[in-house]
T-cell receptor, first 114, second 114 residues
Framework: DAMVIQNPRYQVTQFGKPVTLSCSQTLNHNVMYWYQQKSSQAPKLLFHYYDKDFNNEADTPDNFQSRRPNTSFCFLDIRSPGLGDAAMYLC?????????????FGPGTRLTVL | ELKVEQNPLFLSMQEGKNYTIYCNYSTTSDRLYWYRQDPGKSLESLFVLLSNGAVKQEGRLMASLDTKARLSTLHITAAVHDLSATYFCAHPRRPGAGSYQLTFGKGTKLSVIP
């Protein structure tokens, strides 16, 4: 059974056209993360939510926003995608009880910008 | 600034051989994570190492952690083709009562040749 679900799996957008990626989880975890992974690179954390508290990484561009309407869902909004934003976007979750547990990753959304 | 360095970045090995991947990190931590990523896929958790001297084994993979040396190793025994993947180590930042943020190494791309 899927625990972290991402939709769509593949997204094609045009340069400058806003796009929203979706993540949902059935684990009831307090924390949800968004990572960007470019080809042949390591995942890079963009931001995360601890419950409703939003935590932005210092070097995350303003072009990237996120919403978490409830425990189960989290969205990544890219307001004006550029060619450099083409990447795999990974959603992950973890429990809030500490970091003795791993982060659980979804299957990812591969974003293409034309 | 936290640095997580893996080596080698590329590893081509014959089936049946043994090898070790190294992960050095610059900031003290008593936790270290290992993930596997198949081409075009998401990250799969392999090991969570929770203390100095921790050793965990799963099949042909064994991971260890030396917090004093700030070093973790992933040892591959008698490699088989199915182990071909990219392996990432990850270091938790700002550990606290709630969320934690992972900084990933650049990954080691392993190719096991028949």
């Amino acid at each position: 059974d899927a625990m972290v679900i991402q939709n769509p799996r593949y997204q094609v957008t045009q340069f400058g056209k806003p796009v929203t990626l979706s993540c949902s989880q059935t684990l009831n975890h307090n924390v949800m993360y968004w990572y960007q992974q470019k080809s042949s690179q390591a995942p890079k954390l963009l931001f995360h939510y601890y419950d409703k508290d939003f935590n932005n990484e210092a070097d995350t561009p303003d072009n990237f926003q996120s919403r978490r309407p409830n425990t189960s869902f989290c969205f990544l909004d890219i307001r004006s995608p550029g060619l450099g934003d083409a990447a795999m976007y990974l959603c992950a979750t973890s429990r809030a009880s500490g970091y003795t547990d791993t982060q659980y990753f979804g299957p990812g959304t591969r974003l293409t910008v034309l | 600034e936290l640095k997580v360095e893996q080596n080698p970045l590329f590893l081509s090995m014959q089936e049946g051989k043994n090898y070790t991947i190294y992960c050095n990190y610059s900031t003290t931590s008593d936790r270290l994570y290992w993930y596997r990523q198949d081409p075009g896929k998401s990250l799969e958790s392999l090991f969570v190492l929770l203390s100095n001297g921790a050793v965990k084994q799963e099949g042909r993979l064994m991971a260890s952690l030396d917090t004093k040396a700030r070093l973790s190793t992933l040892h591959i025994t008698a490699a088989v083709h199915d182990l071909s993947a990219t392996y990432f180590c990850a270091h938790p930042r700002r550990p606290g009562a709630g969320s934690y943020q992972l900084t990933f190494g650049k990954g080691t791309k392993l190719s096991v040749i028949p």
